[in-house]
């Protein structure tokens, strides 16, 4: 990430671990997804990675997102689900590293507070130091403190959104496990069809009848992660959504080529 308005690329936990079964990754994915970044060669970028089958399910067993309600295990949930990210972040960076790629992944529990689950304080200092010297900073899904309700889930939807408004971003990359937005789930219906192109009036119409995500979601499935990108699209930010599980779509995303998927402007 340098001074320049930022791209920001979020990979989803659905394309990064198999939520059929708690805390798998997919590893030969999370490889790939690091060779197409390096490839890529952005000194703009921010990636944020979301929690799938290590932070949904831990999430979900002691209710982070609803709030502190002072049960002991419900604390150490919060630590535990933190864990998690933790565990896979490590996959994420052990790709990128292995890439040679400058990556430098930011926890948001220690520089993000919520209130209500809405973000309230974002401590950007280290990562404007390291915007400096061209890292590309990874961020994730996370636990973090909220001041009213104590503590909740912070997606990585809510963070795309929240950088991009602040910063400014061109554009947002969302890698799923689907090609895009489809008039219905395309892993059930073969007839499903993808829309290419939807702006901002078509997409509100479009977001009460997304579907929820497969296996456990704590933060809405498809219809929560567009309620929060909308913001960012009516301050005029590109949001192109694709394929993660098969090649190349996020490299030629990242790099202004056409891919298989949706593209969302505001008019
Ligand atoms: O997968 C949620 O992030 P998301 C992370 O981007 C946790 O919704 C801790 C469940």
Redesign the pocket.
């Known amino acids: 990430m340098n001074d320049a308005r930022p791209i920001i690329l ?1 990979i ?3 394309a990064i671990t198999d939520k059929a079964e708690e805390a798998q990754p997919r590893t030969d994915i999370i490889n790939r997804l690091a060779e197409e970044i390096k490839r890529a060669d952005l000194d703009n970028l921010i990636v ?5 089958s ?3 399910p ?3 067993r002691y209710a ?2 609803e709030g502190y309600k002072e049960d002991p295990a419900q604390k150490q949930g919060f630590a535990e ?2 864990h ?2 933790t565990v896979l972040n490590g996959l994420v960076m052990d790709a990128m590293i292995l890439h040679e790629l400058p990556a430098i992944s930011i926890a948001p529990s220690s520089c993000f507070m919520t209130e209500n689950g809405k973000v309230k304080i974002f401590d950007d200092t280290i990562l404007q130091g390291y915007a400096k010297l061209v890292y590309t900073p990874i961020f ?4 973090v403190l909220d001041q009213k309700i104590g503590f909740t ?7 795309v959104a929240y950088l991009a408004l602040k910063y400014k971003a061109t554009k947002i990359v969302i890698g799923t496990d689907t090609d895009g937005l489809f008039d219905s789930d395309p892993k059930t219906n073969p007839n499903a069809k993808p829309f290419k192109k939807l702006n901002l009036k078509e997409l509100k119409e479009l977001q009460p009848k997304l579907g929820k995500a497969q296996g456990t ?4 499935g498809m219809a ?2 567009i309620a929060e990108l909308i913001p960012a699209i009516e301050a005029g930010t590109h949001v192109t959504i694709t394929g993660a599980t098969k090649g190349l779509s996020i490299y030629r995303a990242l790099t202004d080529q056409s891919v298989l998927g949706t593209e969302i402007e505001k008019a």
Do not use: N, R
């Open positions: 979020k989803g936990g659905s944020v990675h979301g929690g799938g290590f932070g949904h831990t999430a979900a982070i997102k689900t933190h998690m990210m994730y899904g996370d636990v889930v912070l997606s990585g939807d809510q963070l979601d704590v933060t809405g929560g992660k």
